[in-house]
């Protein structure tokens, strides 16, 4: 992965592959719809707001949202498959003001000033370029519109050279950086920090998480991780490792919100 574009292909074959489907089910970041209902109650939504999902992955998020809150919701993801699938299952459950399509989070293909609210979970820790994302969603927000971002954070330290090296799994978070880069990088885009909040307790649940489900799928589902390519002891010992770097502070997960002035 020696090119930006090959860093954002890796990853969205990763997310919309089938090992990412059996080991995190519907929810692709921490916290899942719980956290989400947080991201979405700082950003005060309420019906009839336009919202843009980046990296909308399998687009629950977006669903939630428009379901929850009202809003008519635009996804805008990287992976061709993973888009399909979340359209497919958004006309599914009738979500007419819900729609999704393939672009680039560096290069939105959204119009300016026409959102109310940017929502990006689990997915800036991945983008090469992080002051073209920043600037994208202050491009397309309104004024006095929010950016939620939830996202993996790590120490000033980096990762641990154990996870650095392991790029088949640490491939979407090894651009991973401190809450307070994140924050210069949103501040030099012409955002507003307005808020921060730590919940590592959410990414060391998603961990634990990936472990039973893996765990049970290698009592009752031997030849689906086979056929989905995953080496469960490989992924066990990555497992490990994850959870000691959130348990000693090198790992974490935040909520920001940001306002465009």
């Not at 909308?56 to 809003?71: E, I």
């Not at 999704?100 to 929502?119: Q, S």
């Amino acid at each position: 992965m020696s090119t930006p574009e090959q860093i954002k292909l890796c990853c969205a074959a990763a997310y919309s592959s089938d090992a990412a489907m059996l080991l995190l089910g519907d929810s692709y970041h921490p916290g899942g719809a719980a956290l989400t209902r947080r991201l979405a109650g700082l950003l005060g939504l309420r019906r009839g707001q336009r919202v843009a999902d980046i990296a909308s992955g399998p687009g629950a998020t977006a669903r939630l949202l428009a379901t929850d809150y009202g809003v008519s919701v635009v996804g805008v993801d990287f992976a061709a498959p993973a888009v399909q699938r979340a359209q497919d299952a958004a006309d599914a459950a009738g979500l007419g003001d819900v729609r999704f399509h393939l672009g680039d989070g560096e290069r939105i293909g959204l119009p300016d000033n026409a959102y109310d609210a940017v929502v990006t979970e689990c997915a800036f820790c991945t983008f090469p370029d992080k002051a073209a994302a920043a600037a994208e969603f202050a491009r397309i927000l309104r004024p006095g519109g929010h950016l939620g971002l939830a996202d993996v954070t790590v120490g000033d330290t980096g990762l641990p050279d154990e996870l650095s090296t392991m790029a088949a799994w640490v491939a979407c978070i090894a651009d991973a950086r401190p809450l307070t880069h994140y924050s210069r990088i949103l501040t030099a885009a012409g955002l507003r920090v307005a808020l921060v909040e730590s919940h590592d307790d959410a990414l060391t649940r998603m961990i634990d998480q990936i472990e039973a489900r893996l765990q049970l799928a290698r009592m009752v589902r031997p030849d689906a991780l086979a056929d989905a390519g995953v080496d469960a002891e490989v992924v066990l010992e990555y497992i490990d490792i994850a959870r000691d770097a959130v348990a000693d502070g090198l790992l974490g997960y935040a909520l920001i919100v940001a306002t465009k002035p």
